[in-house]
Structure formats: C-alpha cells, structure tokens
C-alpha cells in the first residue's frame, strides 16, 4: 500500500493488525501495531484486542498480560472474546496463576466466564 503511496489511517492500520493477528504472523502484526504508535495514531480497543490476541496465538501470554495491563492504565476495555482467549489460553496450559490474575479484571468488569470459556484445571 505505502509503495502506492495509498494513505494508511488508523482503520486499515487496525484491519492489517487483525489480519496478522489471525494468521499467526506475529512480527508483521508487531511491526504494524508499532507503525500506529509510531505515526501517532490513537489505538483503541479493537487495535490493542488484535494485539492481545496476537501474542495470545503465540502463546505468548506474558506479552498478552502486559498489553492488557497497558490497556487498563490508560483506560481502554477490550471486548470479552479477548478475556475469553486469554482465560482460555492460560487454562490450556495450566497457569493457575495467570488464570488468577486474569480473572480479577475480568470479574471487576463484570464479564463473569462461563464455563465453556475455561477449561477447568
């Protein structure tokens, strides 16, 4: 697109993200995410979502909790399908700790999980 010079806004931006995000390539989602940042565009909940979700498809949930964490400071909630990976996620791998930690923000949101959301330890 940019060798077309085709302006990217921050909703093709977001859209590119996601798409990374859902294809597993992890590093030209980074690279994306970054370029939102770089450019000074707002991100809001559906970018830093596809981020989280991103990091979570990488099984890298650590740079998923730290995201999210990033996320809350500044007062951005994303959607509960993201929670919703990220419990599932940790469940998977039997974190209890991350599982634990996820579910405080989750409960004071009030997005209870059901139980088809988390595999029981």
Request: proline residues 3%.
């Given at each position: 697109m940019?060798?077309?010079?085709?302006?990217?806004?921050?909703?093709?931006?977001?859209v590119?993200?996601?798409?990374?995000?859902?294809?597993?390539?992890?590093?030209?989602?980074?690279?994306?995410?970054?370029?939102?940042?770089?450019?000074?565009?707002?991100?809001?909940?559906?970018?830093?979502?596809?981020m989280?979700m991103?990091?979570?498809?990488?099984g890298m949930?650590?740079?998923?909790?730290?995201?999210?964490?990033?996320m809350?400071?500044?007062?951005?909630?994303?959607g509960r399908?993201?929670?919703?990976?990220?419990?599932?996620?940790?469940?998977?791998?039997?974190?209890?700790?991350?599982?634990?930690e996820c579910?405080?923000?989750?409960?004071?949101?009030?997005?209870?999980?059901?139980?088809?959301?988390?595999?029981?330890?």
């Amino acid at each position: 697109m940019k060798s077309r010079v085709f302006p990217c806004d921050q909703i093709i931006l977001t859209v590119l993200v996601n798409v990374y995000s859902k294809a597993g390539q992890l590093n030209r989602a980074k690279e994306v995410f970054q370029e939102i940042q770089v450019l000074g565009l707002p991100l809001d909940k559906r970018a830093y979502g596809s981020m989280v979700m991103a990091y979570v498809r990488a099984g890298m949930l650590d740079l998923a909790k730290s995201l999210m964490k990033e996320m809350e400071a500044k007062e951005i909630y994303t959607g509960r399908e993201v929670y919703k990976a990220l419990l599932r996620a940790h469940s998977t791998v039997g974190d209890a700790d991350g599982l634990r930690e996820c579910l405080t923000p989750v409960s004071l949101r009030g997005l209870f999980p059901t139980a088809s959301s988390v595999l029981f330890l």
